[in-house]
C-alpha cells in the first residue's frame, strides 16, 4: 500500500526500512546530498518528508559534515511516532514551539506544551506523540550519535 500511495507509513515504519536497507529516512525522500561543513538553508528550501499526519522539516543536519541533527516536526492532532518506541546513539532535544507533545521516555510520561523542552540520552526507548486537538509544532535537535552514523538508520526498540 505504501509502495502504491494508498497509505503513508508512520515514522516507526519509516525507520524501520530505513534500518532494513541502510539508509537514512531522508534518503526516501530525494537525492542524496553532499556532506558539507557550512550549510544554509533557506525556509523554502527546507527537505520535506511527509509521514502519516505529520511532516518532517530538515534545518541543514541532513547535509551538514559534524554530528548534529536539527529539523522541525510538524504533527496534526492525535498523530505519533507509531506504537514502537525509538533508540538511537547521541542525545536528544525536544523544544515545544505550538500545541501540546507528549513524550515517553522509559517509560515516563512527560508533557510539553509552548515553551517547554526536554533533553535526554537517545538510547533510552522513547517516543512521542500529540495529544491535543491543535497542530502542534516542535525543535528536535539529535547530536553526538556515532560518527558515520545517522539518527534515523539505527533500529528502534520493541517495547516491552
Known sequence: MIERGRAS???STLT?????????????FGQAQTRQDVVLVRADERARVPFTRGLWEGLGGERFSGRVEPFVLTLEAGSSSGQQSIVHTGHEFVHC??????????????????????????HLRHRWRNP?????????????????RTPHSVKPKADK
Open 97 to 122: 514551539l505550538r500545541g501540546k507533545l507528549e513524550y515517553l521516555v522509559q517509560e515516563k510520561r512527560f508533557e510539553l506544551g509552548p515553551g517547554d523542552s526536554l533533553l535526554f540520552a537517545a
Open 132 to 148: 491535543g486537538h491543535t497542530v502542534t509544532n516542535a525543535l528536535i535537535v539529535l547530536s553526538g550519535f556515532a560518527e558515520g
Open 9 to 11: 507509513p508512520s515514522v
Open 16 to 28: 524501520k526500512l530505513a534500518t532494513a536497507l541502510g539508509v537514512s529516512v531522508t534518503e526516501f
